[in-house]
């Protein structure tokens, strides 16, 4: 029954990567979104006159590769340069977003396109002044308002670690709390830009069918083998 149980784990391996794989192609025109990628290991079980092999579920992780800026011309849109997130209050928390699309509400609040607050290093909603229009914002993160100074940016740094948990599309709730970054020059800000996704859809869509395959060749062990334990049962009972 080995081989039933070998392909039993590999099908609950690949119908979790066709599930990553089909959000990754989902969300492959979705702002600052970062695919979800899984590591797979062996599982190695003694006790008989050779080792089995086995497939893990696998750990979910998140791609760090940085997609594509596209100008916009905005200046509400930001994009992030750099290993950095944007902090935006929600009702899961803050949570973490590469989705540089903000806009100014009439009452100097600052928020994404859903309506969630952006912060600051502090955690702090970002307030501006409705009547002095868009700001100007520096590499850093700084906004100004007519050459003054009217808040920043929050810039942060955490680790998403393994099967991390979305929040709609783009953002993530850290599982612990996300370091503001200071005075660090691989990080920045561009205002007027944009991130789009970093999926490469004609590599995910070769990966599906990949995967699809393998599942189909799982399916085909599963039968073969219920078929030779069909056989034996039958000839060691004495059938027909």
């Known amino acids: 029954m080995d081989s039933l149980y070998v392909a039993l784990s590999s099908q609950i391996a690949l119908e979790r990567r ?15 979104f970062r695919a979800t990628e899984i590591k797979f290991e062996d599982l190695v079980a003694s006790g008989g006159k050779e080792d089995v092999s086995f497939v893990t579920p696998g750990q979910s992780f998140l791609s760090d590769k940085s997609g594509p800026m596209r100008e916009t011309g905005n200046p509400f849109d930001f994009a992030i340069q750099g290993d950095a997130w944007f902090g935006i209050d929600t009702p899961a928390g803050l949570v973490m977003t590469r989705d540089g ?31 002095e229009g ?12 007519n050459g003054n100074l009217a ?28 370091e503001p970054i200071v005075d660090r020059i691989d990080a920045g ?52």
């Open 18 to 32: 066709l599930t990553t794989l089909a959000d990754n192609v989902a969300n492959m025109s979705t702002v600052g």
């Open 101 to 131: 699309r903000f806009t100014l509400l009439d009452t100097g609040q600052l928020v994404t396109h859903q309506g969630y607050a952006v912060v600051d290093a502090g955690g702090a909603p970002i307030q501006l002044d409705p009547a």
């Open 134 to 145: 868009a700001p100007e914002a520096g590499r850093d993160g700084v906004l100004r308002q």
């Open 151 to 178: 808040g920043a940016l929050g810039l942060f740094t955490f680790d998403p670690g393994p099967n991390f948990v979305r929040f709609e599309n783009s953002g993530i709730v850290p599982r612990g709390q996300p």
């Open 189 to 240: 800000v561009a205002q007027g830009f944009l991130e789009e996704s970093n999926v490469n859809p004609v590599l995910e869509m070769t990966r599906l069918i990949m995967v699809q395959r393998s599942f189909d060749n799982s399916s085909a062990m599963i039968r073969d083998t219920e078929s030779s334990v069909d056989e034996s049962i039958r000839i060691l009972g004495g059938g027909n």
